[in-house]
């Protein structure tokens, strides 16, 4: 059975403990989710996944969304959580990557959240679908540094980070190593965390894969989905977990 995989981003903003109506009209406007994330697709095995990092708490709760035979999604920056789903439902039909991110971004109403603004032009995603093809979007009011960029079965993307370098170094790291998806979408990260990552540091990670049946135990689309929520060294608690499951399930093949 399919399974839509979502995860909802908690934003986190000073006064957010506060639990008065009139206290929490007072807060200022929550903070982007600032990220850099990648999506993949390993065309010998069939996996599509993606992995981000990022200095906010438990960033992989909402940032990525995967459906085994459909495609990945990510979804970040002044994010929308819907745009995951979204784009799952358009893929199912059919629609092609390109068209699905036309299509959700021209038909965002731009409510804002709450009483704060929240603008559909800083809103960044990538969809890819199950085949490997892809497309991303960078709004012209993403926090700086933002922006994407294409490689041979990825796409990479963040905002506030510290500078192009950091996308161009994942895409980099992500074609030129080997070895099971959930590895190279690890290479990924840590490229990205080598060109500056996160003007603001780390904090939490996460990383999703998915295939038909390509899980443990039975009837089990998910191939690897692991959470870091919150560390000093999230890349490093992500590696570990990521080298133990390679080590476990891709040494025997």
Same mark, same amino acid.
């Given at each position: 059975?399919?399974?839509?995989?979502?995860?909802?981003?908690?934003?986190?903003?000073?006064?957010?403990?506060?639990?008065?109506?009139?206290?929490?009209?007072? %807060?200022?406007?929550?903070?982007?989710?600032?990220?850099?994330?990648?999506?993949?697709? %390993?065309?010998?095995?069939?996996?599509?996944?993606?992995?981000?990092?990022?200095?906010?708490?438990?960033?992989? /709760?909402?940032?990525?969304?995967?459906?085994?035979?459909?495609?990945?999604?990510?979804?970040?920056?002044?994010?929308?959580?819907?745009?995951?789903?979204?784009?799952?439902?358009?893929?199912?039909?059919?629609?092609?990557?390109?068209?699905?991110?036309?299509? *959700?971004?021209?038909?965002?109403?731009?409510?804002?959240?709450?009483?704060?603004?929240?603008?559909?032009?800083?809103?960044?995603?990538?969809?890819? %679908?199950?085949?490997?093809?892809?497309?991303?979007?960078?709004?012209?009011?993403?926090?700086?540094?933002?922006?994407?960029?294409?490689?041979?079965?990825?796409?990479?993307?963040?905002? *506030?980070?510290?500078?192009?370098?950091?996308?161009? /170094?994942?895409?980099?790291?992500?074609?030129?190593?080997?070895?099971?998806?959930?590895?190279?979408?690890?290479?990924?990260? %840590?490229?990205?965390?080598?060109?500056?990552?996160?003007?603001?540091?780390?904090?939490?990670?996460?990383?999703? *894969?998915?295939?038909?049946?390509?899980?443990?135990?039975?009837?089990?689309?998910?191939?690897?989905?692991?959470?870091?929520?919150?560390?000093?060294?999230?890349?490093?608690?992500?590696?570990?977990?990521?080298? *133990?499951?390679?080590?476990?399930?891709?040494?025997?093949?």
């Amino acid at each position: 059975m399919r399974r839509s995989l979502l995860v909802v981003v908690v934003a986190v903003a000073a006064g957010a403990f506060l639990t008065s109506p009139q206290a929490r009209e007072q %807060d200022p406007s929550p903070s982007p989710v600032a990220t850099f994330s990648i999506l993949g697709f %390993d065309p010998e095995t069939g996996e599509v996944g993606g992995a981000v990092q990022s200095r906010v708490f438990a960033v992989g /709760n909402g940032v990525l969304w995967g459906e085994a035979e459909v495609g990945m999604v990510a979804t970040q920056a002044i994010v929308d959580v819907s745009y995951g789903p979204q784009a799952l439902q358009l893929l199912k039909k059919g629609v092609a990557p390109a068209e699905v991110v036309k299509t *959700i971004w021209d038909a965002d109403p731009d409510p804002g959240l709450g009483k704060n603004p929240w603008p559909k032009a800083g809103r960044q995603f990538a969809v890819m %679908d199950a085949k490997g093809n892809y497309a991303a979007f960078t709004g012209p009011k993403a926090s700086p540094w933002a922006g994407h960029k294409s490689g041979k079965f990825c796409t990479a993307q963040g905002n *506030i980070l510290a500078g192009e370098t950091v996308v161009a /170094n994942m895409v980099d790291a992500f074609e030129k190593t080997t070895g099971p998806l959930s590895v190279r979408l690890m290479a990924a990260l %840590d490229g990205g965390q080598a060109g500056g990552g996160d003007t603001r540091g780390m904090q939490s990670a996460a990383m999703l *894969i998915v295939k038909k049946n390509g899980g443990v135990w039975l009837n089990n689309d998910v191939v690897l989905r692991l959470h870091v929520d919150d560390s000093p060294e999230p890349l490093k608690e992500l590696r570990r977990l990521v080298e *133990i499951h390679a080590q476990r399930f891709y040494s025997r093949k």
